[in-house]
């Protein structure tokens, strides 16, 4: 077969399992298994595939028409500027968080030697995504899950960051190492009992750990909120993402530890989703 017909056959096996990009999709994971990129696969439609690069294939449309997203099956995953290594240990990057990234880019234009913590690193797409943008800022990551840390270790060696950043294991209460002047943290905000009604793809195959906010969905974003007044500099930056429904708890929350507000922002679908506020 060459590589349109196992394209279209996949992207069939995908469409009946309701897969909505399955044209695409189909073409991202044939790409993958003859390690080219989509444009390789969509220039050479008439090259053959080996019985043995077909089998791999078929096996990968099989975990995706039961809901695997494609970013754990390729193990990448774009954001911000750059390709991040992604396994289904840490949250998928999505293009909503990007926010935090423009942000924190936005309010330290003029500065120089920064020091900046992320709680809950995951990827490392978000402080990654900065320090890659700003040679002379430096980073600490802390994440509860090891697993996390090694992915975000990865990333760093990747995007040639390893000397300006510093991960540790740690939970958010327990950490008490350094002063920042600016933090920022994409935390666990869904509500446990809302779990259960995410997308398929998200609900079956990304980490608990990275999504569960506890019964009102805050117990994280608390703790973040908390230890941040600790470790933040007077003056300095916080910025924080939340669920479509948390602004106005989220800033009482954010007010009673002494922080200013200085703008909340909407996602691409006009949800409120990132919040930036000063230590004062
Ligand atoms: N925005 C993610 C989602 O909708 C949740 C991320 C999080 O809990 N931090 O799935």
Redesign the pocket.
Known sequence: MNISSVISNGSKILKKNLISSSQLDSEILLAKIINKDRKYVLLNSNNKISKKDQNTFFKLIERRSLGNPVAYLTNKKFFWNSEYFVTNDT?IP?P?TELIVENSLRITKHKNKINILEIGVGSGCIILSILKERKNFYGTGIDISQKCLNISKINALKLKISSRIKFYKSDVDKFNLGKYDLIVS?????KKFDLRY?ERD?AKF?PRL??D?GLDGLSEIRKVIKKSSELIKKNGKFIL?I?FDQKNKVINLLNREGFYINSTQKDLAYNDRCIVSTKI
């Open positions: 949250l999505r909503d994409n935390p666990p905000y869904i995410l998200i990304e990275a999504l906010g993402e669920g």
